[in-house]
């Protein structure tokens, strides 16, 4: 299918509203992307990005030409045949998902005249886009289109996640919006699911459900492993292999964390117990990833006893590799709980700076914060850590104990370069050592 570019207004300039509106311009639309933060709308003019995402800095580079940012609606909106929505839906205090920013994109939005077609990216509940539909419609904007399109790229791999997706979603009210919003993706080759509006804003928070459940099953089995003597590494393997289970999502470690996951979570278990549901399964796997994550302290106990006036240091900080965002990450809860117990912390991540971690130290490289050091723990498996000459780290801590908090490294050549070695659910493979 050739282009047929068209105008396409974002609004957000975060994670997900970058992403979409460099990706579209490379398609060939032309696109505004407008955010709030007038700051952010700066250094994106000045032709830098505020957010660390692999490729995206030379992507927006690449496309300034069909690429501009705004903070002013009416300039974002001029000329539009599509208004994206990918603003922030943070948990609120009841775990419902927050839409005061989805409310007022959509209570900002002048009387259009053109038939624009408003498309929801950000991940809402369901029943959000039948409430978008009324409030449009009270405000005479029936000409106005809505479409649910949910976005599944994950940080790190964001662009290639856009521009390769395992499918699209779109979700409408009427045909002719869904065919507009799929006919925009012109150039991206993917299956397409057309479905309501319900089912769409359904597919994203079930497909998370899913992933998430695989990271807290996994998890569990690797706990077992460690009271039976397996290893779970192994065991992952040979029920990754069984067509009907496929490996990804099956890597044990330290929990879930990040932006999406926990909050999308909570929101679907509110949305449910407000249906009159209680959705036991995902509570379970809520509780699994909290208990996951505080394992790390129980390790450390085993081997240091108390911990007051023990140095530990955190290698990672970020909730994941190859992205700078800490929502939620494990990072946050250890190293609370580890200063919580009078621990000194330091911490070592590549992209993430100044984050504000109860005091913790923050060290120029995983050597500078091992050096003394009681225990080290992997809680990021950044690749860079892959290359540590870890037999000269040992020499350096006061005591060598390292826990791979991502199964990252080879347990073997960690003894080997002197270090006491756990990962999480490896009971075999520190038993065969
Ligand atoms: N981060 C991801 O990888 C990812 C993946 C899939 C879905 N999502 C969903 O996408 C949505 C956005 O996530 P994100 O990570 O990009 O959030 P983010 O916090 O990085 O970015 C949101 C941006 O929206 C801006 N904003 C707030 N109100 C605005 C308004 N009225 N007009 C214009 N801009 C406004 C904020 O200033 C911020 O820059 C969320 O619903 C999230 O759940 C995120």
Request: hydrophobic share 45%; aromatic share 6%; proline share 4%.
């Amino acid at each position: 299918m050739s282009v047929s570019p068209q105008t396409v207004a974002v609004f957000g300039a975060g994670y997900v509203g970058l992403v979409t509106g460099a990706c579209f311009a490379d398609l060939g639309h032309r696109v505004v992307v407008r955010d709030v933060l007038a700051d952010r709308v700066e250094v994106l003019r000045r032709g830098e990005v505020p957010i660390f995402e692999p490729g995206l800095d030379s992507l927006i580079a690449r496309n300034t030409d069909r690429l501009s940012f705004t903070t002013d609606v009416g300039e974002a909106i001029e000329g539009a045949d599509f208004v994206y929505i990918a603003v922030g839906t943070p948990p609120t205090y009841s775990g419902d998902a927050d839409l005061s920013a989805v409310w007022t994109v959509i209570d900002e939005l002048p009387q259009i005249e053109r038939s624009t077609v408003v498309v929801m990216k950000s991940t809402v509940p369901v029943g959000t886009g039948s409430r978008v539909r009324h409030r449009l419609d009270e405000r005479g904007l029936q000409h106005v289109g809505y479409v649910s399109n949910p976005e599944f790229t994950a940080e790190g791999t964001a662009l290639r996640d856009f521009m390769h997706p395992d499918r699209i979603v779109i979700g409408s009210f009427r045909d002719e919006d869904g065919d507009a919003v799929e006919a925009l993706h012109a150039g991206i080759e993917a299956p397409v699911v057309r479905c309501d509006v319900a089912s769409g804003e359904m597919i994203k928070l079930a497909a998370n459900a899913a992933l998430m459940t695989r990271i807290s099953f996994i998890n569990e089995i690797a706990n077992v492993c460690e009271a039976t003597g397996a290893d779970v590494v192994r065991v992952a393997e040979g029920i990754g292999l069984d067509r009907r289970i496929g490996p990804a999502f099956l890597r044990a470690g330290i929990g879930f964390g990040g932006s999406c996951f926990p909050k999308d979570s909570l929101a679907l278990k509110q949305l449910a117990a407000n249906s009159g549901y209680h959705f036991q399964l995902l509570n379970a796997v809520i509780e699994v990833n909290e208990l996951q994550k505080r394992r790390v302290i129980g390790k450390l106990h085993s081997h240091l006893g108390s911990l007051r006036g023990a140095t530990v240091a955190l290698l990672g900080l970020a909730f994941k590799p190859n992205t700078d965002d800490m929502r939620e990450a494990p990072s946050l809860v250890l190293a609370g709980r580890l200063v919580a117990e009078g621990a000194d912390v330091r911490a070592w991540d590549p992209v993430v700076e100044g984050a504000d971690l109860f005091g913790v130290e923050i060290a120029s490289s995983p050597e500078a914060a091992a050096a003394g050091a009681d225990a080290v723990v992997l809680v990021t498996e950044w690749p860079e850590l892959a290359d540590v000459d870890w037999k000269a780290v040992a020499a350096t801590m006061r005591n060598a104990l390292l826990i791979d908090g991502r199964n990252m490294l080879d347990p073997a050549a960690l003894r080997a370069a002197g270090f006491t070695v756990e990962g999480i659910g490896r009971a075999a493979s520190v038993s065969e050592g």
